[in-house]
């Protein structure tokens, strides 16, 4: 199953770069002020999550293709960018599909491999791959590191630049009650995701572990 699995990271972070940089391409030849749009593009939690969903891709496919026992570092960073694609795709078709966000214009295929096929592959890898590694309620902290970042930065920032990558953090859309009211429901949703990601990493299912292998090996050498 590793060659398969390898094949189809490597398949899906080329797909979700070229989506990236198509959008990208597409909206800078159309936008006046480009230095404006580069940092705004830049800061859409879609392209985020995306950007480091391809890069763990990537890297989790070389780990597959030689064969090693992945890294306890890998599978932290694999179920983050996990919770992160499960909320760009719950957010996406429950708050945004009908909703023109400031990119120019929206290429209708990178939109729809950024906000509904690579995450719902994400998801599925995570899931069906094999190698993951337990993660630990004590690394457990990484997983909405990235997301709060974000938010604080898009908040402090929002109101300096007069730009919000989603109406539903603009105070002007309804003041600071809904936009945290939207904040709140978002944060519980990652922080849900994130404890069920930790705890399928628990399971052997549908896999042993890389974690039992080793336990078994351990085992195995303190007998003899």
Partial sequence: ????????????????ITAIVGQFAKSWSLVPDRAFFFVNFFSYF???????????????????FRGRVEPVWFSVAHGSVTTYMATTFVVYNLLLRNISLDQATTVP???EILHVWAPLYVVLDWVF???RRRITWRQFWVIPAVPLVWAVYTLI???????YPYPFL???NGGYGAVTVYVLAIAAFIGGMGVAVRALSTTRWPYQSD?????RVAARSSAS
């Fill in 157 to 163: 920032r929002g109101p300096i630049a007069g730009w």
């Fill in 1 to 16: 199953m590793k060659p398969l699995f390898a094949i189809l990271r490597l398949l899906a972070g080329a797909a979700i």
């Fill in 211 to 215: 974690d039992a292998s080793q336990e």
């Fill in 46 to 64: 879609t392209i985020l999550s995306n950007a480091l969903s391809a890069i763990v891709l990537l890297v989790g496919a070389v780990i597959l």
């Fill in 129 to 131: 791959a094999p190698g």
């Fill in 109 to 111: 295929w990178s939109n």
């Fill in 170 to 172: 603009n105070p002007a």
